[in-house]
């Protein structure tokens, strides 16, 4: 069956650091992959984009990676600070066909002044 | 301002009740989802749409049903056949083929 797999522990990091998400996903073939930030009592609010055919996205802060053979993503926050604490979800959009979009259980990311 | 809502934000019901949450978005995009969160978990998908009068089944519809009579509206109900309702319900819209998903400000649904 079809799995998306996050570090569901949290992660705690110094500020200024950077911090590495995990999305491990297995039986998918997706067009491409999300990530989003969620915030307590909130919905998800999208950050970045990464296409199949792309190796690595940046925006600010923020760097994605996707490697299809290894059917993983990583997501970087460098510099962090305690305003990035948050949780971190990733999502797989389908190819073909009706356009599902599936979420990981998300990775709590603490940034500890 | 352009957006997508969901109400109310808080709703209780008692235990055997159907009871529909509402979400309409004025994006002007076609495909619309409702999703599932619980304490400490990520979001599981209910249903969705990718055209009027047409939806798919999520990974958990079992409990649950939807419509979609407009291209704006996505109302969700939860039928008293769904056995632990109690959640966090996000509504999310997005352009086929788009790059993101636009959430609602979500429902918390309480059932006593």
């Known amino acids: 069956s079809q799995k998306i797999e996050q570090n569901s522990e949290a992660l705690n990091i110094q500020e200024g650091k950077t911090a590495t998400l995990t999305c491990n996903y297995t039986n998918y073939s997706p067009a491409y992959l999300q990530w989003y930030r969620q915030d307590p009592g909130r919905g998800p609010v999208f950050l970045l984009l990464?296409?199949?055919?792309?190796k690595e996205k940046r925006k600010e802060r923020l760097k994605v990676t996707f490697d299809t053979t290894l059917k993983q993503s990583l997501f970087h926050i460098t510099a962090s600070q305690p305003a990035d604490s948050a949780t971190y979800l990733c999502?797989?959009?389908?190819?073909?066909?009706?356009?599902?979009?599936?979420f990981g259980i998300g990775t709590k990311l603490q940034v500890i002044p | 301002d352009g957006g997508i809502t969901q109400s109310p934000k808080y709703l209780f019901r008692k235990e055997g009740q159907n009871v529909t949450l509402s979400c309409e978005q004025n994006?002007?995009?076609?495909?619309m989802y409702w999703y599932r969160q619980d304490p400490g978990q990520g979001l599981r998908l209910i249903y969705y749409?990718?055209?009027?009068?047409?939806?798919q089944k999520g990974d958990i519809a079992e409990g649950y049903s939807v419509s979609r009579e407009k291209k704006e509206s996505f109302p969700l109900t939860v039928t008293s056949a769904q056995k632990n309702p109690t959640a966090f319900y996000l509504c999310?819209?997005?352009?086929?083929?788009?790059?993101?998903?636009?959430f609602g400000q979500g429902t918390r649904l309480t059932v006593v």
């Open positions: 994006l002007n995009h076609d495909a």
């Open positions: 999310a819209s997005m352009v086929v083929g788009g790059t993101e998903a636009f």
């Open positions: 999502a797989l959009v389908n190819s073909g066909g009706y356009q599902k979009v599936t």
């Open positions: 990464i296409r199949e055919n792309e």
């Open positions: 749409s990718q055209i009027v009068n047409d939806f």
